[in-house]
């Protein structure tokens, strides 16, 4: 079945059943491999999309739930949230083994254009969907937080 999205602002012919994970439509017939498999029950966040402008985990939406939406992959992700994040990510050395790093930036950037000035609180509650095998979790909100303090509109 052909199915038209919008990925990364621009329109996309799938060909996959409507109960087919986005995730699997993404890695598998889009090649957008920056979204990553974790746990395929929404647990861990490696699978995070934005799905207009709000954070989803792909593994568990079915492409039928897209409609019209617009989906954005680490990808695609632009402004100066994902800009501001992505200095802040490499300055604080946030990235371990890195697996997880595309989820976390996802729910960052949606955090930060909801609500750019977050405190401790509202980025641990933010993030509390993202797992990090790593550990990582206090150079995240570091980041996030020089990200908040440095992005420019």
């Known amino acids: 079945m052909t199915t038209t999205i919008t990925l990364n602002g621009k329109p996309v012919a799938v060909n996959a059943e409507p109960?087919?994970?986005l995730l699997w439509v993404l890695r598998g017939?889009?090649?957008m491999n920056g979204t990553k498999f974790g746990c395929g029950m929404a647990l861990c966040g490696a699978c995070t999309v934005h799905l207009n402008?709000?954070?989803v985990r792909a593994c568990i939406t079915p492409l039928s739930a897209v409609g019209s939406a617009h989906i954005t992959t680490i990808e695609g992700l632009q402004g100066p949230?994902?800009?501001a994040l992505?200095?802040?990510?490499t300055a604080v050395d946030v990235a371990q083994c890195g697996y997880c790093q595309s989820g976390q930036l996802m729910s960052a950037c949606?955090?930060?254009k909801k609500m750019p000035q977050?405190?401790?609180a509202d980025?641990?509650?933010a993030m509390s969907g993202n797992a990090c095998r790593c550990g990582t979790y206090p150079r995240i909100r570091a980041a996030i937080h020089q990200a908040a303090g440095s992005k420019t509109a």
């Open 19 to 21: 109960d087919t994970p």
């Open 29 to 31: 017939e889009l090649q």
């Open 53 to 55: 402008g709000e954070p």
């Open 81 to 83: 949230e994902a800009t």
């Open 86 to 89: 992505r200095a802040a990510w």
């Open 110 to 112: 949606a955090l930060l």
């Open 118 to 120: 977050p405190t401790d």
């Open 123 to 125: 980025i641990d509650a």
